[in-house]
């Protein structure tokens, strides 16, 4: 099982590669360099989450339609051959919208939606394999390496590409990426090899759910209502902050292509230590704890980069990086905890559906309001840096609701009431 974990690991981390570059250098390069509005690039990198309920379609149909046999790895092959080619155009897509906005943005939807969709056909996909192959027993040893590997793939492909792209030109930059798809391509490949075994008709014992049944669940507690918006506040908060945080270094301090992508690696080594310590406090700590430090942690993290972008102070802003990371670490494993304490016996699969729907939300409104808002500020105030302020100012105000909200989320509260028969029946029974 060690040799397939590790095979997993390699496909989430190809998965993840293809987003760096796209997520981080390229957007710097499209809002500073390009002068794309920043509303425009929001939109563009929100395309992935908007695909994301398309996932429970996915997941449905590969149960039931193999192809030569095989369940899940066609789909994560066209998933990541999507990725990669979305990957690899990106730049030069992003150049024609310089030159011809109307043109430049319809082959960038292509592009973005050609990439979002790879992104929802692997995940779905891999995930579903490792959830099968892995077994109850040893799901959680097989997240926590694909988790790990995968951060650390998104701090090595961070530092390669700050490398790559110094001096900084197009033709840099359109070379980075094509070496980025390319190793994702590889990688990918290698974790593929000999992973699945050939299926002889059976249909997967995995769990499909519909939306209905999702809304359901959630509406008939009011614990799991809470933890819902709970969580989707939170990560729009964290998440949001994606397609803002590299122009606005370039924008307050003057931070070159290269310094704006080692954010993506400071800030990446920040949440990979403070997942290994949030996993050594998980048996000595309360989990809400742990969740609530987190949460703090990433609050002050963005007021001081707030306080940074106000006194122009780049060393003030890369402790911000700092304590933003160690929040989304510390969050992230503490809440994952939680978010497994919030399923019953039977319904698991149904609830952490819901939990996903809410965590691509999240990453949805997060995205598109950070751009909205900052071009909207900015427009108003015609200051490029009071539109980023406001932004950060606004996901503080979300983080600060958000922890406000976890004081009243109750796990024991939660399990009596949706261990109701009448709640249960109505899930069991909804179409």
């Given at each position: 099982m060690?040799?397939?974990?590790?095979?997993?690991?390699?496909?989430?981390?190809?998965?993840?590669?293809?987003?760096?570059p796209i997520n981080s250098t390229l957007n710097r390069v499209m809002i500073k360099e390009l002068g794309i509005a920043a509303t425009v690039v929001a939109i563009l990198a929100s395309l992935p989450y908007l695909f994301s309920p398309l996932q429970v379609a996915i997941g449905s149909y590969s149960d039931r339609h193999p192809v030569l046999g095989f369940r899940r790895t066609p789909y994560i092959l066209l998933g990541l051959l999507l990725c990669v080619a979305g990957l690899v155009v990106s730049p030069q897509i992003a150049f024609l919208m310089a030159q011809n906005p109307t043109l430049g943005f319809l082959a960038a939807a292509l592009a973005f939606g050609a990439w979002g969709m790879g992104f929802n056909l692997s995940s779905v996909s891999y995930l579903s394999l490792a959830s099968e192959l892995s077994g109850e027993k040893e799901r959680g040893k097989t997240i926590a390496t694909?988790?790990?590997m995968m951060i650390?793939?998104?701090?090595?492909?961070?530092?390669?590409?700050?490398?790559?792209?110094?001096?900084?030109?197009?033709?840099?930059?359109?070379?980075?990426?094509?070496?980025?798809?390319?190793?994702a391509l590889v990688i990918g490949l290698l974790g593929l090899v000999r992973l699945e075994s050939r299926s002889k008709g059976e249909h997967s014992t995995a769990e499909n759910f519909t939306f209905k049944q999702m809304a359901d669940v959630i509406l008939k507690s009011r614990q799991a209502t809470l933890f819902f918006w709970y969580l989707t506040l939170l990560l729009a908060a964290i998440l949001g902050q994606d397609v803002l945080l590299e122009p606005f270094a370039a924008e307050s301090f003057g931070m070159t292509v290269q310094q704006t992508t080692?954010?993506?690696?400071?800030?990446?080594?920040?949440?990979?230590?403070?997942?290994?310590?949030?996993?050594?406090?998980?048996?000595r700590a309360p989990r809400k704890l742990v969740?609530?430090?987190?949460?703090?942690?990433?609050?002050?993290?963005?007021?001081?980069?707030?306080?940074?972008?106000?006194?122009?102070?780049?060393g003030i802003f890369w402790l911000g990086v700092v304590l933003l990371g160690a929040g989304t670490g510390?969050?992230?494993?503490?809440?994952l905890a939680l978010m497994f304490d919030l399923t019953i016996p039977g319904y698991v699969g149904l609830f952490i559906g819901a939990w996903g729907v809410s965590n691509a939300l999240s990453r949805l409104v997060g995205t598109l309001m950070a751009g909205v808002v900052r071009d909207a500020v900015t427009g108003l105030t015609q200051n490029a840096l009071t539109g980023y302020l406001v932004v950060f100012g606004i996901e503080a105000a979300m983080l600060a609701v958000a922890i406000?909200?976890?004081?009243?989320?109750?796990?024991?509260a939660f399990h009596k009431q949706v261990e109701a028969p009448s709640v249960v029946e109505r899930v069991a029974l909804a179409d």
């Amino acid at each position: 099982m060690l040799r397939k974990r590790l095979q997993l690991g390699l496909i989430h981390l190809a998965v993840a590669m293809t987003l760096v570059p796209i997520n981080s250098t390229l957007n710097r390069v499209m809002i500073k360099e390009l002068g794309i509005a920043a509303t425009v690039v929001a939109i563009l990198a929100s395309l992935p989450y908007l695909f994301s309920p398309l996932q429970v379609a996915i997941g449905s149909y590969s149960d039931r339609h193999p192809v030569l046999g095989f369940r899940r790895t066609p789909y994560i092959l066209l998933g990541l051959l999507l990725c990669v080619a979305g990957l690899v155009v990106s730049p030069q897509i992003a150049f024609l919208m310089a030159q011809n906005p109307t043109l430049g943005f319809l082959a960038a939807a292509l592009a973005f939606g050609a990439w979002g969709m790879g992104f929802n056909l692997s995940s779905v996909s891999y995930l579903s394999l490792a959830s099968e192959l892995s077994g109850e027993k040893e799901r959680g040893k097989t997240i926590a390496t694909m988790w790990f590997m995968m951060i650390v793939s998104i701090i090595l492909t961070a530092v390669a590409i700050s490398r790559m792209v110094e001096p900084y030109s197009p033709e840099v930059l359109q070379r980075a990426f094509w070496v980025v798809g390319a190793a994702a391509l590889v990688i990918g490949l290698l974790g593929l090899v000999r992973l699945e075994s050939r299926s002889k008709g059976e249909h997967s014992t995995a769990e499909n759910f519909t939306f209905k049944q999702m809304a359901d669940v959630i509406l008939k507690s009011r614990q799991a209502t809470l933890f819902f918006w709970y969580l989707t506040l939170l990560l729009a908060a964290i998440l949001g902050q994606d397609v803002l945080l590299e122009p606005f270094a370039a924008e307050s301090f003057g931070m070159t292509v290269q310094q704006t992508t080692r954010i993506t690696s400071i800030w990446g080594s920040a949440v990979l230590l403070m997942i290994l310590v949030a996993g050594a406090l998980e048996r000595r700590a309360p989990r809400k704890l742990v969740a609530q430090i987190g949460n703090v942690s990433a609050l002050a993290g963005f007021l001081v980069i707030l306080a940074s972008g106000l006194l122009a102070s780049q060393g003030i802003f890369w402790l911000g990086v700092v304590l933003l990371g160690a929040g989304t670490g510390l969050a992230t494993v503490a809440n994952l905890a939680l978010m497994f304490d919030l399923t019953i016996p039977g319904y698991v699969g149904l609830f952490i559906g819901a939990w996903g729907v809410s965590n691509a939300l999240s990453r949805l409104v997060g995205t598109l309001m950070a751009g909205v808002v900052r071009d909207a500020v900015t427009g108003l105030t015609q200051n490029a840096l009071t539109g980023y302020l406001v932004v950060f100012g606004i996901e503080a105000a979300m983080l600060a609701v958000a922890i406000g909200m976890l004081f009243i989320i109750n796990v024991e509260a939660f399990h009596k009431q949706v261990e109701a028969p009448s709640v249960v029946e109505r899930v069991a029974l909804a179409d």
